[in-house]
């Protein structure tokens, strides 16, 4: 039950983020853009390889799980990586990893990202077991819609809670 958690959680996040930046593809290019891990002239087709990455990483969980988890530890694992280098280069350029916003990155993010690694490799570990019945698998959607929304919302969550 838990392996099932985990991907649907992980395959939620991934459809939170691709279905924000598709209607605002130009503030992803943007985004990208500011980053400056790519050449300006770049920056379109890098946001367009990010959807497109995101999107096959969703279908992916849905279909080939194993394939799935792989797409998104990798695209966890280089979001991350490109966050620690604007964090490190003190580069201050909004975060639009759900879509459009004002927000500049945070260590929140780097946070955010690192959660979702652990999800993704704990995954492995939990591959293969049984599959559950199909009332405990909508039990396990709503709990992973609500660890979504968590995992979505760490920044504003922790503002609100002021920690």
């Known amino acids: 039950m838990a392996e099932l958690f985990l991907r649907i959680t992980v395959c939620m996040v991934f459809a939170v983020s691709t279905l924000g930046k598709l209607p605002a593809m130009r503030a992803f290019e943007v985004a990208v853009e500011g980053f400056r891990v790519v050449p300006r002239r770049l920056a379109r087709p890098a946001a367009i390889a990010v959807v497109s990455a995101e999107l096959a990483t969703i279908a992916a969980l849905l279909v080939l799980p194993v ?97």
């Open 67 to 163: 394939a799935g988890m792989v797409l998104a530890l990798t695209l966890l694992t280089v979001f991350s990586l490109a966050v620690a280098s604007v964090l490190k280069r003190g580069i201050g350029t909004t975060c639009t990893c759900f879509g459009p916003s004002s927000r500049n990155l945070s260590a929140h993010d780097l946070a955010r990202n690192g959660v979702a690694i652990a999800m993704c490799a704990t995954w492995f570990f939990l591959y293969g077991a049984a599959a559950p019945p199909a009332t405990t698998v909508v039990l396990i959607a709503a709990m992973s819609a609500v660890a979504a929304f968590v995992l979505v919302n760490t920044r504003e969550l922790f503002e609100t809670l002021r920690l």
